[in-house]
């Protein structure tokens, strides 16, 4: 009871000791806030900048032991092409010395033996000794036949001449021309026609007429008449000589491209664009103005809503995008493994900075 008469005696105090420290707890609560915030926010940053360190050092040894092999990969390469072709120069040398050796060997054996050269030569020579007598052989043998045939062509024309003019021939009442009584001997031509037999008219026109008698020792001789060609098909797989005429002189059939103008489309399109103006076909634009057709569509041009046709300009953009075409809902697939630590980034973060 005493203890209660102390308390409520000391319940004012109690008040105001209670008052004053609500009061300083207020009075400190913000800047308690605040002093834990920076805490907070510090060491979080230094959690932050501690892992991104880590992720750097791991990303530094990922890209050396990569560089490392591509580099090992491209000096491989490099190796082996710089030995590839350091056997390829060596193997071309070798084969050049092969084939001068041989080259050599060749020419010394075959194309510039000096024996065998002197030899070919000493038969050469003895071979144009030969040559040289039977020319000179020939050379003599037409030489004689051409004086015999000089000396027949000679006696012939003076037999000839011996037998037009036989009627010179000395008889026994009158001496002839070639026989004067003033000559020992008689002169050559009238012993000739005292041989010759007189030429009778009847013989030398038909001498004229078939050519004979005529002088012909600086013509040529009469050659033989060419046998005809024989008409028989020659065996194969020919085709007829008139087909092949008719293909050869075939008259001009011009392409479609040279037929054609080159803007033959374009002038096609103008054309129908005039037809269908001067038919107007326009005036089914009005239709829909009406409570009958409204319900009704205008019918598009033939040669705007073709597929086989060219859109005109202005109605299709040059750079159209087509951005829905560039949103898809699946995930980026990667081609390797995913790395363990890599997973982890950024689970320890906190939703303030909206990494997570």
Not at 37 to 59: D, N, P, T
Not at 219 to 228: D, G, R, T, W
Request: aromatic share 12%; hydrophobic share 35%; proline share 4%.
């Amino acid at each position: 009871m005493a203890t209660l008469v102390r308390v409520q005696r000391k319940l004012d105090v109690i008040k105001d000791e209670y008052f004053n420290r609500h009061r300083l707890a207020d009075e400190n609560r913000r800047k308690e806030y605040n002093a834990a915030m920076k805490i907070q926010s510090w060491i979080r940053g230094c959690k932050v900048r501690s892992h991104i360190r880590f992720l750097h050092r791991k990303a530094k040894v990922i890209q050396k032991i990569w560089r490392g092999y591509i580099g090992r990969k491209h000096f491989r390469a490099t190796l082996k092409t710089a030995y590839f072709i350091m056997k390829m120069n060596f193997y071309n040398e070798m084969a050049v010395r092969i084939q001068k050796r041989w080259r050599g060997y060749y020419v010394r054996k075959f194309v510039f033996n000096y024996y065998v050269l002197k030899k070919y030569l000493k038969g050469l020579v003895i071979k144009n000794e030969i040559v040289r007598q039977e020319l000179a052989e020939f050379a003599e043998m037409k030489q004689r036949e051409k004086e015999k045939k000089n000396l027949e062509e000679e006696e012939d024309k003076k037999n000839y001449l011996a037998q037009k003019m036989h009627y010179l021939l000395s008889t026994e009442q009158i001496p002839g021309v070639f026989n004067s009584p003033y000559r020992s001997l008689p002169d050559e031509m009238e012993l000739r026609l005292q041989l010759a037999r007189p030429l009778s008219h009847r013989v030398h026109v038909l001498k004229k007429e078939t050519g004979e008698g005529i002088d012909t020792s600086f013509s040529f001789p009469p050659l033989k008449p060419v046998p005809p060609i024989d008409k028989k098909k020659i065996q194969g797989p020919f085709r007829d000589t008139a087909e092949v005429l008719q293909q050869r002189y075939k008259p001009l059939v011009p392409t479609l491209r040279v037929a054609t103008s080159i803007t033959s489309v374009q002038e096609a399109r103008k054309e129908f664009k005039r037809e269908e103006w001067r038919n107007r076909l326009n005036d089914n634009v009005f239709l829909p103005f009406s409570n009958v057709l409204k319900n009704n569509q205008y019918p598009a041009s033939l040669l705007l809503s073709s597929k086989y046709s060219q859109n005109p300009y202005g109605t299709k953009y040059f750079r159209e995008e087509k951005k829905e075409k560039q949103i898809t809902d699946k995930d980026f697939q990667r081609v390797f493994t995913s790395v363990h630590l890599f997973d982890k980034f950024g689970l320890t973060y906190s939703k303030t900075g909206h990494v997570v």
